[in-house]
């Protein structure tokens, strides 16, 4: 679909104003384009507790990402660069769970430099604290920016336009969407797919 030689990869890794590692277009990716499978070792939830429970809080190295009520994908073993993908507030990008697997999709077409981004959707459940948004304090630097990687209580569950067209486009059966969830404040701190907490 692009005019880039097909050897140039689509992205690359490097430091991010928004925050540690970030991933980056290194040509021009079209909407609706499936950029990477978030990959990792598949664990139970409990186990990704059990993995994850005896670290430090401020331990940014664990990339977790809830695929179902069964499955976590944890891909501080075996993952690829899709774990440095960043959360922003006017993301780039979606993920789409296809056939439990997850995958991130471009949602607009995105230009080479620009860093790719998809709202983590980290869910609070009750019994959270309520200082779990700063937890998660996000510095996206987005217009519409709120703050935090938690999902709003109120808002809908990513309803946006511009998921629903990409989602067309990518002419996937995409059924559900992949969501960062915290549990506790503690396992939240551990589920922030891997940035640090600052
Ligand atoms: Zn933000």
């Known amino acids: 679909m692009s005019s880039a030689s097909p050897k140039t990869p689509l992205y690359k890794v490097r430091n991010s104003k928004i925050h540690g590692r970030g991933v980056f277009a290194a040509r021009r990716i079209r909407k609706g384009?499936?950029?990477?499978?978030?990959?990792?070792?598949?664990?139970?939830?409990?186990?990704?507790?059990?993995?994850?429970?005896?670290k430090a809080p401020d331990d940014n190295h664990t990339f977790l990402f809830i695929v179902d009520g069964r499955t976590v994908i944890d891909a501080g073993v075996d993952g690829n660069e899709a774990r440095f993908i960043n959360h922003a507030c006017d993301?780039?990008?979606?993920?789409?769970?296809?056939?439990?697997?997850?995958?991130?999709?471009?949602t607009r077409t995105i230009q080479p430099g620009e860093e790719l981004s998809y709202d983590y959707q980290i869910k609070r459940d009750r019994g959270d604290p309520p200082e779990l948004d700063q937890v998660f304090a996000c510095h996206c630097g987005a217009a519409n920016c709120r703050g935090t990687m938690i999902q709003p209580p109120d808002k809908p569950k990513r309803k946006s336009k511009a998921k629903t067209k990409a989602k067309a486009k990518?002419?996937?059966?995409?059924?559900?969407?992949?969501?960062?969830?915290?549990?506790?404040?503690?396992?939240?701190?551990?589920?922030?797919?891997?940035r640090s907490v600052r």
Do not use: L
Request: net charge positive; aromatic share 6%; proline share 2%.
């Open 33 to 54: 384009t499936k950029v990477i499978e978030y990959v990792g070792e598949r664990v139970s939830h409990a186990e990704a507790d059990r993995r994850y429970e005896d």
């Open 170 to 194: 990518a002419k996937t059966k995409a059924k559900t969407k992949a969501k960062a969830k915290a549990k506790t404040k503690a396992k939240a701190e551990r589920h922030a797919h891997g």
């Open 91 to 106: 993301p780039n990008c979606e993920t789409v769970t296809e056939q439990r697997r997850i995958f991130i999709y471009a």
